[in-house]
């Protein structure tokens, strides 16, 4: 049972151009949420985050938007640069005290220069 | 820097060779997690440490065992890896907050092939 769900593998985009990478999630549990980079042969790293009091986060070319009724956040990346060429993936956690973190499938951005 | 790291980078083992796969950490944050990720699936969690308190998913194969013999290190063991084991496996670490400012960090991952 996946909890979160990136629904698209891969997306390409224009340098200068705005990338959008969606989340859907499962559990209405969830409370706080995510984004994570990964280049290849490298560990995850954080990139933003936001909680479920908000609707919206922003910090410098990325934002994350949150739609509680409809469980989806979505990272937006503007302008997307060739360096932002990664795997995004989404997590998501509770802030009850599990300290537990799912993740999702990850999305392949490639930005063309 | 603080880090967290992991080693070795590249581990071959042979098919129900035991292996341990082990992490470190500088941050001295609480909570350790050890994450499995095969190609083009989510990291999926194993088992995490709130400091010595072991906390293991259900549905983590009884093949997989985790020591976490101090705050600074945490070992993920094998007993008998199958070729399905073969997977980048991830550690990381949080602070183990329940603040809204919490998140991970990973260090570069084990990639294990089975042979």
């Known amino acids: 049972d996946q909890q979160v769900k990136q629904n698209s593998p891969s997306l390409s985009v224009q340098e200068g151009r705005i990338s959008i990478l969606n989340c859907d999630y499962t559990?209405?549990?969830?409370?706080?949420f995510l984004w994570y980079k990964k280049y290849p042969a490298e560990g995850p790293t954080f990139l933003i985050s936001?909680?479920?009091?908000?609707d919206k986060n922003e910090d410098g070319r990325f934002t994350v938007f949150l739609n509680k009724s409809a469980k989806h956040l979505s990272l937006h990346i503007v302008p997307s640069q060739p360096g932002d060429s990664a795997v995004y993936f989404c997590?998501?956690?509770?802030?009850?005290?599990?300290?537990?973190?799912?993740f999702g499938t990850g999305t392949r951005l490639k930005v063309l220069a | 820097d603080a880090m967290v790291i992991q080693n070795p980078r590249y581990q071959v083992t042979q098919f129900g060779k035991p292996v341990t796969l082990s992490c470190s950490q500088t941050?001295?944050?609480?909570?350790m997690y050890w994450y499995q990720q095969k190609s083009s699936q989510a990291p999926k969690l194993l088992f995490h440490?709130?400091?010595?308190?072991?906390?293991n998913e259900a549905d983590t194969p009884d093949n997989f065992q985790s020591r976490r013999p101090n705050t600074s290190f945490c070992f993920l063991d094998i007993r008998s890896p199958g070729l399905g084991d073969a997977a980048m496996y991830l550690c990381?670490?949080?602070?183990?907050?329940?603040?809204?400012?919490?998140?991970?960090?990973f260090g570069s991952g084990t990639q294990l092939s089975v042979l």
């Open positions: 990381a670490t949080s602070r183990g907050g329940t603040g809204m400012n919490e998140k991970l960090f």
């Open positions: 936001i909680s479920s009091i908000k």
């Open positions: 559990n209405s549990m969830f409370d706080y």
């Open positions: 997590a998501a956690s509770t802030t009850s005290g599990t300290y537990k973190y799912i």
């Open positions: 941050l001295n944050h609480n909570v």
């Open positions: 440490y709130y400091d010595k308190d072991f906390n």
